[in-house]
Every structure is written in structure tokens, then in C-alpha cells.
């Protein structure tokens, strides 16, 4: 029984030390399996082709990544389970950008960016935190990590998720309508499904107050890239924040670019780091050898 190591070589080097360190028993290759039969879990972003034939007895494939939708979780062998990447650094990592990403939204960053550039020193009004209502789509880990990190700040908080929850200081929301009504900052944190693909749309943007903003740190193509700019265009939406796109990166040219009430960063927000994620993954095989469900393992049916 062994691991299958098919990501970055560099992280590949740290994660050798690891499992030389931490779990000396389970043979780890880098690259290449000596024996394919003998490869019990993979880590990767992407799954190989013919998995099924090229690794008979896999049974974990470990994300290197906190999205899993990179993979084609519906036709993966039915006997192979999906971990996610569950490290702390990401959710550390997501609190810094989703407080930085509402800062800028709030205290209309775009705009001072687009008039320090035409040489305008000319003030909007602030409005106070209290008086501008943040909504958090998506209430799993990086969700409520967000939520945490903005407490402090006065803004109303709330939150959108598929089951009910009960978050302290956060109004939690199953009805999607009376979440975006009362949303002035919406962050999208949401995982790439066929339920959230193009949901962030002209008719999501039509039921945010007039002059709402967005954070979209999920994935690319839960964004209608069009409808953002016609909304930003009519004033529906008076800045955006995006750090994924689709495609990644935009093409040359892509009016996303240049936009004045738009800032970009390159899917930055999170970057596991190979310590940690080694760790992860050791805890999932050694959880997995115990007859225990692995941490961050994934509801196939669900998709994340
Ligand atoms: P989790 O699985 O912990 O949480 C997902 C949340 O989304 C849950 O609250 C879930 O609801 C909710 N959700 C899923 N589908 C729906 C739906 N159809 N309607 C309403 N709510 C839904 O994921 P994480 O918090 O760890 O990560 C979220 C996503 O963030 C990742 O999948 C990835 O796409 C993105 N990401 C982006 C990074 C970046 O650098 N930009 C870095 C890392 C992740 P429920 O609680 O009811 O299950
Ligand atoms: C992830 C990401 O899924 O970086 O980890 O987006």
C-alpha cells in the first residue's frame, strides 16, 4: 500500500520529508508509482486518466486544493473517495483577504484607485459600518472564518447556506431573496457546483439593494462576467472585488481588466501551504488505516 504524490515537485519535497518523518511505514513516490497496484491514495489537483485501470486499489484521491471541483467527482470509480484540503493557514489566509476585500468594498478603494490614477483628490462620503449590511454566501469553513474575522468591524452580518445554522452575531439564511435584500457587500465563498454555476447572475444582482458591492473569492465560473459589467455599467453594483474569473487568467483585452470600479488579485486569496497540507494528508491516510472516515472528506452526490 502506498502514496501517489502527482502535484508541485517543491511541495512533493516537503511532503517526502513528512511522510519520511511522520509515516515512515506507507511507501510515498513522487511522480511515478513503482508498483501502480500497490498506490492506495492519490494526492493531486486532477485525477489521471483510466484511474480505474491505471490504479486498481486506489481508494482516496487527497485535493491539493480546498475545491474539488477541478475534479469530475461523477465519473470517478465508485469505490475512490474525495478529501478536500483542510489546513488551517487557508482559513487564516481568507480572513485576511475577505476583512481586506469588505475594507475596500466599504471604504471605496476602486474608486480612489481609479482617481489617484486621473490625478482627482476629491472625497466620497463615508458611511459608517454600522449602516452597511455584509451577507456571506457559502457558511462552511471559510465562511464562518470570514464571518469571525468582520465581527469586530460594526458591520450587520449575515449568511447563506443549503442546511439552517446558528451562528452567534450572524443572521443565518436559508431564503436566498431575503439574504440578498438585506445585502450590501456580498462575498461569495461558495463551492463550485451545478447548483452555484452561473448563479451570480443579472437576476441575483437585481434583488442586491441598489449600489450593492461584491467580493466573489469562490469560483470563476459561478460569476456571469457579462452581467457584472452591464450591472457595474448601470450602477446595480457600484464596485467588485474579484479574485477568480473564468477563464483564469482573463484574456488580454477582457473589459475586467480596466474597469474603474474593478479590483482584481489572481485567485491569491488562499495558498496552502506544503507543510501543512502534508500534515493533512498524513492524518486523512492514518484516519483512513483506522477504519475512520478521513478529515475534509467529500459528499460525492453533494460535489463538495
Ligand atoms: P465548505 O465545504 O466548508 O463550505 C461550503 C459552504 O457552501 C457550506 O456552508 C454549504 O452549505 C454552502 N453551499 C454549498 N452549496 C450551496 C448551495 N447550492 N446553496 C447554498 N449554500 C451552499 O467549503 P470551504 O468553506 O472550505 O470552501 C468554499 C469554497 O471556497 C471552495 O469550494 C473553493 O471554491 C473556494 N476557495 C477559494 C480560494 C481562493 O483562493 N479564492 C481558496 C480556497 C477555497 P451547507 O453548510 O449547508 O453544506
Ligand atoms: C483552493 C483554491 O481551492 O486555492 O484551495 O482555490
Known amino acids: 500500500m502506498a502514496v501517489l504524490y502527482l502535484s508541485t ?3 512533493g519535497a516537503v511532503f517526502t520529508l513528512a511522510f ?9 513516490w513522487q511522480g511515478r508509482a513503482e508498483d501502480p497496484a500497490a498506490v492506495r491514495y492519490l494526492v493531486a489537483w486532477t485525477a489521471p486518466e483510466h484511474l480505474a485501470e491505471a490504479y486498481p486499489n486506489l481508494r482516496l484521491i487527497f485535493s491539493v486544493g480546498a475545491g474539488v471541483d477541478q475534479l469530475d467527482l461523477a465519473g470517478l470509480p465508485p469505490s ?42 476629491q472625497a466620497a462620503a463615508n458611511r459608517p459600518s454600522a449602516e452597511r449590511r ?21 458591520f450587520p452580518l449575515a ?9 452567534p452575531g450572524v443572521e443565518c439564511f436559508a431564503d436566498l431573496d ?49 452581467a457584472l459589467l ?18 483564469e487568467p482573463l484574456p488580454a483585452g477582457h473589459p475586467l481588466w480596466h474597469h474603474p470600479r474593478v479590483i482584481l488579485t489572481p485567485h491569491v486569496a488562499c495558498q496552502t501551504r506544503a507543510e501543512d497540507a502534508a500534515a493533512h ?24
Open 80 to 121: 475512490v473517495r474525495v478529501v478536500r484540503m483542510l489546513e488551517p493557514g487557508l482559513a487564516d489566509q481568507m480572513r485576511e483577504y475577505v476583512t481586506l476585500g469588505v475594507l475596500a468594498l466599504h471604504r471605496d478603494f476602486a474608486l480612489y484607485l481609479d482617481r489617484q490614477r486621473s490625478h482627482l483628490w
Open 159 to 167: 449568511g447563506w447556506s443549503r442546511s439552517p445554522k446558528a451562528i
Open 230 to 247: 452591464a450591472a457595474l455599467d448601470s450602477g446595480r453594483l457600484a464596485a467588485a472585488m474579484l479574485d477568480v474569473t473564468d477563464p
Open 20 to 28: 519520511a518523518e511522520h509515516l515512515p511505514e506507507v511507501p510515498f
Open 178 to 226: 431575503a439574504f440578498l435584500a438585506r445585502t450590501d457587500i456580498l462575498v461569495c465563498l461558495l463551492p463550485l457546483t451545478p447548483e452555484t454555476t452561473g448563479l451570480l447572475d443579472a437576476g441575483l444582482f437585481a434583488r442586491l439593494p441598489e449600489g450593492a458591492r461584491l467580493l466573489h473569492a469562490g469560483r470563476g465560473r459561478q460569476l456571469d462576467h457579462a
Open 134 to 154: 455584509v451577507g456571506v454566501m457559502g457558511l462552511g469553513t471559510l465562511g464562518q472564518a470570514a464571518l469571525a474575522a468582520l465581527a469586530p468591524f460594526g
Open 281 to 304: 494528508v498524513i492524518a486523512g491516510v492514518r484516519a483512513d488505516l483506522a477504519g475512520a472516515p478521513p478529515p475534509g472528506l467529500v459528499d460525492r452526490e453533494r460535489g463538495y
Open 9 to 11: 515537485p517543491e511541495r
